[in-house]
């Protein structure tokens, strides 16, 4: 059971949610649990026992030192409380590494967090690897299984069947229990997924400002953005092949009707990378 600190009533709160791991391609849905956290100062009220939910020799803990003193750091999943945020609520965000076992347990204790303090929706973030150019807009979808959700927000119900990760049982847990739910996927180009991609990062940020109905600070985002998409044209201007895929995945985006405001085009590019990491990917314990 999370022991949670005594935080008082929470404002209309919302949770957001992200993973380190199989969810996670160029750290994009991570890295946006961990800006949100800096810019609106959350504070840490709960974390859960590692012993329960992760293998570490998979997770490995680490040595650090804080004031001037050597402790044993182990990897977990953190609660975080956000007051007095620009979108006029507060918010709890979920900040961890994809667990390696009882996943079950692991969504149920985060939902009967969630219900203790009266969360209102919760919202999932996760990233994959797409045949989408770096240069264009990064594709963000966002699906609900709630009907009024949907009717709210203007939003698809996920067609997608196969594999999921922890987001997506933590989806599910919700709906379980009666918290409506919102996943976010952001596409992530496969050839430049495997660092950080802080455009796709600044295109979940975007689209939570949409969906939450506020306005929230992209601090170093955008410059790191444009930064990152310099860096690929360069690698892109050294290699003809890449140019000429580059040039390929442009005109096809281009050609498309809108394919970022597209649910299906997003979920059969997940498919394909699901498909893609089931013939190489050992399972959800490889997450880094």
């Given at each position: 059971m999370i022991e949670l600190e005594d935080i008082g009533a929470l404002r209309d709160p919302v949770m957001i949610a992200a993973f380190e791991g199989w969810n996670d391609a160029g750290e994009a849905a991570s890295a946006v649990v961990e800006h949100l956290a800096e810019i609106w100062?959350?504070?840490?009220?709960?974390?859960?026992?590692?012993?329960?939910?992760y293998d570490f020799q998979v997770n490995r803990p680490r040595v650090v030192t804080e004031g001037g003193k050597r402790r044993i750091s182990w990897r977990t999943t953190r609660v975080l409380v956000a007051r007095d945020t620009s979108l006029g609520r507060d918010v709890v965000l979920v900040q961890g590494v994809e667990p390696s076992f009882r996943w079950r347990a692991f969504a149920i204790e985060l939902m009967e967090l969630a219900e203790s303090v009266e969360?209102?929706?919760?919202?999932?973030?996760?990233s994959l690897m797409a045949d989408v150019a770096h240069s264009r807009p990064i594709p963000v979808t966002?699906?609900?299984?709630?009907?009024?959700?949907?009717?709210?927000?203007?939003?698809?119900?996920?067609?997608?069947?196969?594999?999921?990760?922890i987001v997506g049982v933590l989806s599910d847990a919700a709906t379980q229990v009666g918290i409506p739910s919102i996943s976010c996927w952001a596409a992530v180009p496969h050839y430049a997924g495997h660092s950080p991609s802080p455009k796709a990062t600044a295109a979940l940020v975007g689209r939570l400002e949409e969906l939450l109905d506020g306005p929230i600070e992209h601090g170093d985002l955008d410059e790191d953005a444009r930064a990152w998409e310099r860096g690929i044209n360069e690698l892109a201007a050294s290699d003809t092949e890449v140019a000429e895929y580059v040039e390929s995945?442009?005109?096809?985006?281009?050609?498309?009707?809108?394919?970022?405001?597209?649910?299906?085009?997003?979920?059969?590019?997940?498919?394909?990378?699901?498909?893609?990491?089931?013939t190489d990917d050992p399972g959800p314990t490889s997450a880094p």
């Open positions: 100062g959350a504070e840490v009220v709960a974390a859960l026992d590692p012993e329960d939910y969360v209102s929706t919760v919202v999932t973030l996760g966002a699906t609900s299984d709630s009907e009024d959700t949907r009717h709210r927000h203007g939003l698809e119900m996920s067609g997608y069947e196969g594999p999921t990760g995945l442009e005109e096809a985006q281009d050609t498309a009707e809108l394919p970022e405001a597209s649910g299906d085009a997003i979920a059969k590019e997940f498919e394909r990378y699901l498909r893609r990491r089931g």
